[in-house]
């Protein structure tokens, strides 16, 4: 069975969301930041700078937050249909992330170390210190409405990159490439869904059927599509973008575009890096055939945003 839905009635559902109050370590939660962007689009780089803000704990990867994110981004309408069991999903797998505790911390010994029973599950030395929270998971774009709706107040910074380098790394990240299997298409599909970057049925076959670079290309065009929608429908009080290339290179000018949006104080060093950012790797990475799939696939969004 294959369930369709308008894009704006997501939204207008969410809007409708009664206040709730979260509290972690002691903290009210409030106008936690979240980093969004496609696989390999650079949201490494920019959620590693918030993360060494003083204050600002910002979580990724935890294992409670990546099961409800992807319960959501799969299966798109969940965000429609319960709406508030959506939202308590994610606030509950972020209440257990958050807390910080002699095991959690990453400033503390870590999981490994010797710790007595009775102060394993309690809040650390540091947990006084945190006053905003956050996240930057893999795929929190693709479910980006449902954070909305389960944290209201939300800011989220979008990170954009040019297609083209993010599919060379995806093609060579084998995390990514998991996405790509046939067993994890195994459900009803919903249209539009930009976790696989499906935005009608026939692109399915397209999906199932094409290159390696071409599911790629299509994962990365649902991500833009999805990173459109999201500011057709949240306020820019609560939604900036950053371009990937302005980043690398204008540290110092990103830096104090995150420092206006979020308040929190981040550092432009904290930008630098001595890697290689990849701006443009993408020549030397994909074949002829492989940059003819691209085209093919998500050349309008490629020019829409300028990358030519």
Same mark, same amino acid.
Not at 265 to 290: F, H, M, N, P
Not at 295 to 300: E, I, L
């Given at each position: !069975? ?9 939204? =207008?559902?969410? !809007? ?40 600002? @704990?910002?979580?990724?990867?935890? /294992? ?12 798109? /309408? ?47 030395? @540091? ?11 893999? =795929? ?7 954070? @909305? ?12 990159? =040019? ?25 009803? @599909? ?98 002829? =055939? ?19």
């Amino acid at each position: !069975m294959h369930t369709r839905w308008a894009k704006g009635a997501k939204i =207008d559902t969410v !809007m409708k969301q009664p206040s709730y109050i979260l509290v972690v370590n002691g903290t009210k939660v409030e106008r936690p930041v979240f980093v969004l962007g496609a696989p390999h689009s650079g949201v490494a780089e920019v959620a590693r700078a918030l993360s060494r803000v003083p204050g600002l @704990h910002l979580g990724a990867g935890s /294992s409670g937050v990546l099961n409800a994110v992807y319960a959501v981004a799969r299966r798109p /309408s969940l965000a429609l249909e319960k709406v508030a069991g959506t939202a308590s999903l994610l606030r509950e797998a972020y209440a257990e992330a958050w807390q910080l505790t002699p095991l959690t911390c990453p400033r503390c010994p870590g999981p490994w170390a010797r710790v007595p029973a009775n102060a394993a599950a309690e809040p650390c030395e @540091h947990s006084a210190e945190v006053r905003r929270y956050g996240d930057a998971s893999p =795929d929190l774009l693709f479910c980006a409405t449902a954070l @909305h709706a389960a944290f209201p107040d939300a800011l989220f910074v979008q990170v954009i990159r =040019d297609g083209r380098d993010v599919i060379a790394d995806m093609m060579e990240d084998e995390r990514s490439l998991a996405w790509l299997k046939p067993s994890f298409m195994k459900l009803d @599909h919903e249209f539009p869904n930009h976790f696989f970057g499906l935005e009608e049925e026939s692109d399915l076959s397209a999906f199932t059927e094409g290159s390696t670079a071409a599911k790629c290309a299509m994962r990365w065009r649902g991500a833009i599509r999805m990173s459109a929608l999201l500011r057709r429908s949240i306020g820019a009080e609560q939604l900036m973008t950053l371009r990937y290339e302005d980043v690398h290179g204008g540290e110092v000018e990103a830096a104090e575009r995150l420092r206006e949006f979020t308040g929190a104080r981040v550092s432009a060093s904290e930008l630098l890096t001595a890697e290689s950012w990849g701006v443009g790797s993408w020549r030397e990475r994909l074949t002829r =055939d492989q940059y003819g799939d691209v085209r093919q696939v998500a050349g309008t969004e490629l020019s829409r945003l300028g990358y030519t």
